[in-house]
């Protein structure tokens, strides 16, 4: 049976947030009329601590004061205190429990997309591997036997094998963008930002002459043109 005290406390809170009716109290908070009536008897020991909060919310009443009030500061107030003390302990141990396993979770996605993205640059390193092995072919291919027969035959012209190199590699640069800044032999101004000046202290604008070739990509150097002074 209900606790003829503690109903008129809660009716009074009740009214003070225009809650007319226990149905309509059940309803507000999602906590059944059972759970009511167990405040209502004042065993608020045997009540979740969950439960409780929905309570203080919709009565917009401390929980600590919800507690105090329909435990009626019994002599036992302090085995209910320690009892509450110990419900929100495991409520907070829960959501503990929860966070861990979100970090875990986390944890567990980020190892699965460092796995997908070592995947991907593996599949990209074969196509670039195979990309150029398919520019390089002639070379691969032409090459050895070249070198064999110069090997056999000192007096074999180098023209006649120059074709097989310079050609696969042009083909190459011009796939990945890359160009000469000027061809070996070629007499031009110097200009430190494109030129590495081998000998001699000339200064930018002087006539030089590119002894080995430099290579650029777009406007990004790649390796300076050695020149020297005419």
């Known amino acids: 049976m209900p606790n003829h005290n503690f109903t008129h406390l809660l009716q009074d809170l009740m009214r003070q947030v225009g809650i007319s009716s226990f149905r309509a109290l059940s309803r507000a908070t999602g906590v059944s009329e059972r759970q009511i009536l167990r405040l209502r008897q004042g ?74 993205l070592e995947q991907q640059r593996e599949v990209l390193q074969q196509e670039f591997q195979q990309t150029s092995l398919q520019l390089l072919e002639s070379l691969l291919l032409q090459w050895p036997t070249a070198a064999q027969k110069a090997q056999e035959n000192p007096q074999l012209p180098a023209i006649k094998i120059l074709p097989l190199v310079q050609k696969p590699l042009e083909k190459l640069l011009q796939g990945w963008g890359v160009e000469a800044i000027a061809p070996v032999g070629a007499e031009l101004p110097y200009d430190p930002q494109w030129h590495q000046l081998m000998e001699g202290n000339s200064q930018p604008g002087d006539i030089v002459k590119v002894r080995y070739i430099g290579y650029r990509q777009g406007e990004k150097l790649l390796y300076r043109a050695k020149v020297g002074p005419i």
């Not at 203080?56 to 600590?64: A, C, E, F, K, Y």
């Not at 019994?74 to 979100?102: C, F, R, T, V, Y």
Request: charged share 30%; no cysteine.
């Open 43 to 116: 065993k608020v020991e045997q009540m979740r601590v969950d439960i409780l909060l929905k309570l203080s919310q919709v009565l917009q009443i401390n929980l600590d004061e919800l507690v105090a009030t329909f435990s009626g500061m019994s002599s036992d107030g302090e085995i209910k205190k320690a009892k509450l003390e110990k419900q929100q302990h495991s409520a907070l141990k829960i959501n503990e429990q929860e966070l861990l396993q979100e970090v875990a979770n986390l944890k567990t996605e980020y190892e699965r997309s460092r796995l997908a």
